[in-house]
């Protein structure tokens, strides 16, 4: 199939690129820079400039694939406050892609979170995301791509997990990382059984280019390797490898702690995969997250 990625030459991009490849693909990449544009050629693939604004070349690009792997979003002005504008921007670039796709049959996969599901129990492929805030504004985007099914596009949903581990990886986790080395000690909030779910980069790739080979229309999946991994097993790991003290500090003191992470590290969001894993055969083989993260993170 001849594949059209955005965020081709991000962190996850720059994993689904070789792995669609590998498997006898052709790859276009959705480039905005000249530095993208290097590193999605130096991968392999086809470049194709412009961002997720140009919804021409969005719809040109879409109809000229045979799939569509959608993994862009504009971070940029949603860490500087304007969230609501890269999900409506995000929604946009759905929305073309779609339109271009329609009664075609063709897959579409874009990336989601299963960040976005309620906390506090073992999330599955059939829940729902929270209707509120920032969540509620990815939710729609999600739902706005299943419902491309009635529509004749085959599309999906993967859902990542908060921490997508791999060497290079500048998320969650190395933040996590640096606030500690920074601070001189190793949190976690409260007892520290927040359970994170997991996946190493390579699998989440894995699991795109099945996306668009094998999921039924209005598929939704779950990119998750390890269910749900303590966050205190985090603060020790760091703890020993950086020679810090491990401490627990309360809610109320998180924020000042960890900044922007605080709320992120006080939620217990396991979840699960059991439902991908059955409908696609997709069994993750990738190092788990504390071993990544001893071989990657803390050098």
């Keep these: 199939m001849r594949v059209f990625v955005t965020g081709a030459s991000g962190f996850v991009g720059s994993a689904v690129v070789p792995e669609l490849l590998t498997a006898g693909h052709q790859v276009v990449g959705l480039a ?42 504009r971070h940029d002005i949603a860490f500087t406050g304007d969230f609501a504008g890269a999900a409506a921007s995000d929604h946009a670039a759905i929305e073309a892609m779609g339109d271009a796709l329609a009664g075609s049959g063709k897959a579409l996969s874009i990336a989601s979170g299963t960040g976005l599901l309620a906390p506090g129990r073992l999330a599955t492929e059939a829940d729902q995301p929270a209707n509120v805030g920032h969540v509620a504004a990815r939710g729609a985007n999600s739902a706005l791509t299943l419902s491309l099914a009635d529509r004749g596009v085959r599309s999906s949903v993967v859902r990542l997990t908060p921490t997508v581990h791999d060497a290079g990886d500048n998320g969650f986790m190395r933040a996590v990382v640096a606030t500690a080395r920074t601070a001189g000690v190793s949190a976690y909030v409260g007892d520290g059984a927040q359970r994170w779910p997991a996946v190493h980069r390579q699998d989440a790739a894995r699991l795109f280019r099945l996306a668009i080979e094998q999921a039924p229309a209005g598929s939704v999946l779950h990119a998750v390797g390890e269910e749900g991994v303590p966050l205190k097993d985090v603060a020790e790991l760091i703890g020993r490898h950086l020679d810090l003290p491990v401490r627990s500090i309360t809610a109320d003191d998180a924020p000042e702690h960890f900044g922007f992470l605080a709320g992120f590290l006080s939620a217990d969001m396991p979840a699960s995969s059991a439902a991908t894993r059955e409908l696609l055969g997709w069994e993750p083989t990738g190092i788990g997250l504390l071993d990544d993260m001893a071989a990657h993170y803390l050098d």
């Design 32 to 73: 905005r820079s000249d530095e993208a544009a290097a590193t999605v050629a130096s991968l392999g693939a086809e470049v194709v400039r412009g961002s997720l604004a140009d919804l021409d070349v969005l719809r040109a690009s879409a109809a000229d694939a045979d799939a569509v792997v959608h993994l862009a979003f």
